[in-house]
């Protein structure tokens, strides 16, 4: 692991890389959106001249190759999923990219000190390449399939915490809140004894930062870290919609942070 180095998969418009550029990190970006990796490689001109960014434009796929990828016209939603381009009424059109399987990208550049993955339903290609004997010290990958918490942890992650991207407040169900929904609550219960066995964590406060960009990572997330089987419990409860959000359709953007 080099301690020094940050991956930025989904480089998106490139906030997230000048912010680990800002706190003295060395940045793999990487991009499959031929405009935004563009964008990006003039953005951070200076730093790639440097050696201190490398934009690598290609998608993370299962192997090398061509693939069908999905242009939406909110770039947040690029993905190989046209379904997933399309959400929130956009539009989207047909490219062909590059792909390149994450351990590829691994073998060339390094295991950074931490790994951000968001890029739209395709998360699990990067987490899967991972090495369990030269692991990142911290990742990060957007909530999607709860399966990618389980296979983290089985990885040899044992700390946890799933942040909003609205706000980058933890998540968090309490065993007051389930109190409240009691009965609304039996069938979650059931399902979580079976899979899980433990009980919710405590509420924490809230953190703001600014919005459009994954946040701080590692020990500056907020709240405590906690164990996976908390989190998975916070994860089901949201889902089913017992942890009081105003509107879970529309807050449902999160992102799950590991750390060993």
């Known amino acids: 692991m080099d301690r020094d180095l940050v991956y930025d998969v989904g480089m998106h418009n490139g906030d997230d890389t000048a912010f680990y550029v800002s706190q003295g990190y060395r940045v793999v970006a990487i991009e499959a959106d031929p405009a935004q990796a563009e964008a990006g490689r003039k953005r951070f001109a200076a730093e790639i001249e440097k050696g ?17 990828f999905w242009i939406s016209s909110n ?3 690029n993905s190989f999923d046209r379904q997933n381009a399309e959400m929130c009424n956009n539009t989207s059109h047909e490219i062909q990219v590059t792909c390149r399987p994450m351990n590829d990208i691994l073998a060339e ?12 339903t395709a998360d699990h290609f990067c987490l899967e390449a991972l090495d369990p004997n030269d692991l990142p010290q911290f990742v990060s990958f957007e909530k999607s399939r709860l399966e990618d918490l389980f296979f983290m942890h089985n990885l040899g992650y044992s700390r946890f915490k799933l942040i909003a991207q609205e706000d ?3 998540l968090s169900y309490s065993p007051d809140q389930a109190n ?10 059931s399902r979580v004894r079976r ?7 405590e509420n924490v406060a809230k953190k703001h930062s600014a919005y459009g960009s994954s946040g701080p990572f590692g020990d500056e997330t907020d709240g405590p870290w906690r164990q996976m089987k908390e989190v998975a419990f916070t994860w089901l409860a949201f889902d089913l919609g017992h942890t009081g959000d105003p509107d879970p359709v ?10 060993r």
């Open 75 to 77: 770039p947040e939603f």
């Open 180 to 189: 409240k929904w009691s009965r609304n609550l039996r069938p979650l219960r």
């Open 109 to 120: 550049f390094g295991t950074p000190y931490y790994l951000k993955v968001d890029i739209e």
């Open 250 to 259: 529309w807050h449902d953007w999160f992102d799950v942070h590991c750390a």
């Open 52 to 68: 201190q960014v490398h934009v690598v434009e290609a998608a993370i796929g299962p192997s090398h190759g061509q693939a069908s």
């Open 195 to 201: 899979m899980l066995g433990r009980r919710a964590p």
């Open 168 to 170: 980058f407040r933890q």
